[in-house]
C-alpha cells in the first residue's frame, strides 16, 4: 500500500532506528519486565507494536500497513484518525478540556439531551443520561440504578454467553467463570440463562422455532414456586432485571431470530423484571441501528452504553434509563460518582459524533456493506471446509471456524494460526504485502468476530476477503 501513516515528527513514517525510539525487541524486553500482564491477553508471541493509524488501517514501525477487522473491539466505528471527531478533540481542547464534576458545562448537558430525546423517540419513554468513563463502570451504576429501584434486590438474570465487564459488580453477570475465579464479586452470581444460538442448538428447529424454544424454557422458571424465582401468592419475582446484549459481542457476534426479545419482552413484563440492554459493543450504528435492540421490536428500561460514543478517542460511556429508575428523587444527587464521568474531552468529541450520525445516513450505508460482505463470507464458506457458520446483521459479522471433517467441531487452533499468520504482515494480494487484524471470540474461542470501520470501502472490502482467503489456507496448511 502506496499510503504510509504519518507517526514521526517529521512527518514521515517512524523507522526502528529513529532517533529517541527503541526497537521493538528493547520495548519487548521492558514489557516483559514492568508492564501488568493482568491488564491485556496477548493473542500472538511475540505480540504485535503498532506505530501509526488510519482509516482502516494500523501500522508498524517500519510503515506496514494492516487491515484492522475488529476496530479496538468495535470502539472505532468511525474509522481511525477520523477527521472530523478528531478536530472536535482539538476544539475542546482549545476550549474546556478539564473541569471538575460538580460543575456544568453544555457539551455534557446537549449529549445528554440529544441520547435522551433520540430515546424518547424511538421507545416512547423519558429519560435520563447518566456518565461514566468505562462500559464496566457504566454497568455498575446500571446495577445500582436496578437495585435502587427495584427495593435493593441484587439478583439478576443474563444469558449464557453474555459478558458485561470485569469488575466485581460486572462480573457477577457475565457468564464466564473465569473472571470471577480468584476475585469472587459481590452479591450474587446472576442465573444464566441459554441464547438462541442456532449453530448449536439442537438439530431440526428453524432459528425461530430455537428462539420461541429458549423463551419457553425460560418461563417455565414462573410456572410454580418450586422453580426458584417466582412467589405466585405475592406476585413477585425474585430476580429485578434481565441483562441483555442484543447480539453477543465476546461471545462470538451470535444473532439471534427476530422473534425471540419480543417474546422474552413479554415474560418479563408479566413478572415485573426489568430489561437493561448492554449496547456497550453493538451500539452506534455498528448493526445499522443506533441501538441493535432497534431490530427487534422492544422497549428496554435502561441502555448501557460505551466504547464508540467517542470513537475511542476518550474514555467515557454510560446508562440512559427510564425516568421512573433516574429521577433525582429516586435517585438523587451522589448516588455514584466519578471523578472523569462526564469529562469535557469525552462528551465534546460524543456530541459531535452523535451529531455526525445524526446528518449521516449509517443506516443505509452499514445494511448495504454488511450485506456486500455477508455474501463475501459466504464465498468462503463454500470454498473452506472449515468455516462451519458465518453469519452478521449489519458491520457485526461472524465466521465459525471448525474441523475440516465435519465443520461443526470448533477449532480454536486453527483461529490462533490465522490470527498468527495475519499479524506476520506477509500477506501478499495483487502485488502489495499487507498484515491482516483479527479479533476472536465464540463459546469455545473459535469464532472471527468482524467489526470493520464503518467507512470502509468497497477495495477494503474486497481486500479483506482475499486476506481472509489467504490466512485460512495458510492456516489448514500449518
Known sequence: MSKRVRVGNDNTPARAGDRGRLPDTELLALETRYCSHGDTVHYTDPPKIFEGCEGSFLYDAEGRAYLDLQMWYSAVNFGYRNPRLDAAVRRQLDRLPQLASQYLHREKIELAALIAQDAKKKFGAKGRVHFNVGGSQAIEDSLKLVRNYKQGKSLMFAFEGGYHGRTLGASAITSSYRYRRRYGHFGD????????????????????????????????????????????????????????????????????????????????????????????????????????????????????????????????????????????????????????????????????????????????????????????????????????????????????????????????????????????????????????????????????TLAPSLHITKHEMDLALKLLDAVMLRAVRA
Open 189 to 448: 452470581r446472576a442465573h444464566f440463562v441459554p441464547f438462541p444460538y442456532h449453530f448449536r442448538g439442537p438439530k431440526g428447529m428453524s432459528k425461530e422455532e430455537y428462539g420461541h424454544h429458549c423463551v419457553q424454557q425460560f418461563a417455565r422458571l414462573f410456572e410454580s414456586e418450586y422453580n426458584g424465582v417466582w412467589d405466585p401468592k405475592a406476585g413477585e419475582a425474585e430476580y429485578a432485571a434481565f441483562y441483555v446484549e442484543p447480539i453477543q459481542g465476546t461471545g462470538g457476534y451470535v444473532i439471534p431470530p427476530r422473534n425471540f426479545f419480543l417474546e422474552l419482552k413479554r415474560v418479563l413484563d408479566e413478572h415485573a423484571i426489568l430489561l437493561v440492554v448492554d449496547e456497550i459493543q453493538m451500539g452506534f450504528y455498528r448493526t445499522g441501528k443506533l441501538w441493535s435492540i432497534e431490530h427487534f421490536g422492544v422497549k428496554p428500561d435502561a441502555i448501557v452504553f460505551g466504547k464508540a460514543i467517542t470513537n475511542g478517542l476518550n474514555p467515557l460511556a454510560g446508562v440512559w434509563a427510564r425516568e421512573e429508575l433516574i429521577n433525582p428523587t429516586v435517585f438523587p444527587p451522589g448516588s455514584t460518582h466519578s471523578t472523569f464521568n462526564a469529562n469535557p474531552m469525552g462528551t465534546g468529541v460524543a456530541l459531535e459524533a452523535m451529531k455526525m450520525m445524526r446528518e449521516t445516513d449509517y443506516e443505509t450505508m452499514v445494511a448495504e456493506k454488511g450485506a456486500y460482505l455477508l455474501e463475501g463470507l459466504m464465498d468462503l464458506k463454500r470454498r473452506h471446509k472449515i468455516v462451519g457458520d458465518v453469519d452478521g446483521l449489519g458491520l457485526a459479522l461472524r465466521m465459525e471456524i471448525c474441523q475440516s471433517h465435519d465443520s461443526f467441531t470448533p477449532s480454536k487452533a486453527i483461529v490462533d494460526r490465522m490470527v498468527d499468520e495475519g499479524l506476520k504482515g506477509d500477506l501478499e494480494v495483487d502485488g502489495k504485502r499487507y498484515g491482516l487484524v483479527l479479533d476472536i471470540g465464540g463459546y469455545y474461542k473459535n469464532v472471527v
